[in-house]
């Protein structure tokens, strides 16, 4: 067989074998890996080859909770909570005021392209203000997979205004011609009411779609739960019957170990984003508890106005050293934290199957990482192996070299192939520029 692309003699990483990094090859065929191999692969072989030595190959990052429009107001947040955010921006809307849904186009398009730069083929997108079609366009320009979730309120302060049902059905409809995951955005835990969770998971059921929220986020939430219901966000889902397969919490900062258990039995996903919660200081989740009882716990980096930066390698970095500081420094493994970039981002949108990992038959979603490099080295390879200390530990986002998305090759040597970044970066300079003459008159 003639392959369309091979990479040979790459140190191959993945959790199909336990994390254990060996030198090989891999070939693409159409938009699936067909090949997986122990050593060389030649040239005459395939229409397109890499020498993949020096360089590790290891799926595509998983990002399960990002918000792109606030890529526009990096640095804007900073020395705040999001408390004092709220309060601070509420009377422009969190910018809305101030900006076109053009503007928040390219913000979003700039989140994917420093996605794809550093690694990460999946996102989801967790809108603030819907785009329609320019939302599924806002990625298929860039080339990165994702999920688009849509809120399932017209505003945010109005949470009994759903979107209409032909909304979601044209919504879902063109999700699904774009390869996109539909997912449903819930209500706030400050307009909990079970009629209301009610028909969401009623609407999410019928439409065959999940569900995702902020869940047990920060202690101000937690409160507002606790007064009105004398109980907590998790507990009060869980009596309600809405937590399940198919719903995504996010954060779960604040669970108890009984409410770990809730989440477990029910098989509720789980994203987490550490570095955003260092940064706003909503605290630090129980993440090795979730993970020894069970629950698929995957990596999310927040929107860039409580995180900065939107790398899944700082993320795993980040989350290795916090469990470390504030649980002991067996808290959780490096393949723990390997498996919530990779293989359990797939298992929270269901696509566990088709991604996460390389192996034969799976889509050929896969970025290369350069090794050559002083912080990268010395590797070990072995019974004594360094490698997934060094993805874990020493690797950024900088030091992806290459991306491929269903075969396709979306960055080559650290250049985007797919989009012209100077012009996206261009226009969000303008429209932070904007914001920032607005807050200053």
């Avoid at 990483?13 to 994390?19: C, D, I, L, P, R």
């Avoid at 290891?58 to 909770?65: D, E, K, S």
């Avoid at 009629?195 to 902020?214: F, M, N, W």
């Amino acid at each position: 067989m003639i392959y369309d692309t091979g990479i040979s003699e790459a140190i191959i990483v993945s959790a199909h074998n336990g994390y254990k990094p060996f030198t090989g090859s891999v070939a693409i065929k159409g938009d699936q890996i067909a090949l997986v191999k122990e050593g060389r692969l030649n040239r005459e072989e395939c229409f397109g080859w890499i020498d993949g030595r020096g360089k590790i190959l290891m799926p595509g990052l998983f990002n399960g909770h990002c918000h792109g429009d606030m890529t526009l107001a990096r640095g804007l947040g900073d020395d705040l909570t999001l408390l004092e955010q709220n309060q601070k921006f509420a009377d422009s809307n969190w910018f809305y005021k101030y900006i076109t849904d053009e503007d928040r186009f390219y913000a979003r398009q700039l989140t994917y392209c420093e996605a794809l730069l550093s690694g990460t083929t999946f996102i989801m997108e967790n809108m603030y203000w819907g785009l329609g079609e320019d939302s599924v366009r806002a990625m298929n320009e860039t080339g990165i997979r994702g999920a688009l979730a849509e809120d399932i309120r017209k505003d945010f302060s109005k949470p009994d205004e759903f979107v209409s049902e032909e909304f979601l059905d044209e919504y879902i409809r063109g999700c699904s011609e774009s390869d996109k995951v539909a997912v449903l955005g819930s209500i706030s835990e400050e307009d909990y009411d079970a009629a209301r969770l009610s028909k969401i998971q009623k609407i999410a059921e019928d439409k065959g779609i999940p569900v995702t929220c902020h869940l047990a986020e920060n202690d101000w939430r937690r409160d507002i739960v606790e007064n009105r219901f004398g109980t907590t966000a998790i507990d009060y889902l869980y009596r309600n019957g809405f937590l399940g397969e198919k719903v995504i919490g996010s954060h779960v900062v604040y669970a108890s170990s009984e409410e770990i258990k809730q989440l477990a039995e029910t098989g509720t996903k789980v994203v987490n984003t550490p570095l955003c919660e260092m940064k706003i200081n909503d605290g630090v989740a129980p993440v090795p508890e979730m993970v020894k009882a069970g629950v698929n716990v995957s990596l999310g980096t927040d929107g860039a106005m409580w995180n900065n930066s939107n790398d899944i390698f700082r993320e795993m970095k980040g989350m290795a050293l916090l469990h470390s500081l504030t649980g002991g420094v067996r808290s959780l493994k490096k393949t723990d934290i390997l498996n919530m970039a990779t293989i359990n981002g797939a298992k929270c949108f269901g696509l566990e199957k088709e991604y996460g990992t390389i192996e034969v038959g799976k889509k050929a979603d896969f970025i290369l990482i350069q090794t050559n490099v002083p912080h990268m080295r010395p590797l070990i390879l072995g019974e004594n192996e360094t490698v997934t200390s060094a993805i874990v530990f020493n690797a950024t986002g900088s030091d992806v070299t290459d991306v491929f998305i269903g075969g396709r090759q979306v960055v080559k040597d650290k250049q985007l192939l797919t989009i012209d970044i100077n012009s996206v970066m261009n226009r969000v300079q303008e429209a932070a520029e904007k914001i920032a003459r607005a807050l200053s008159s």
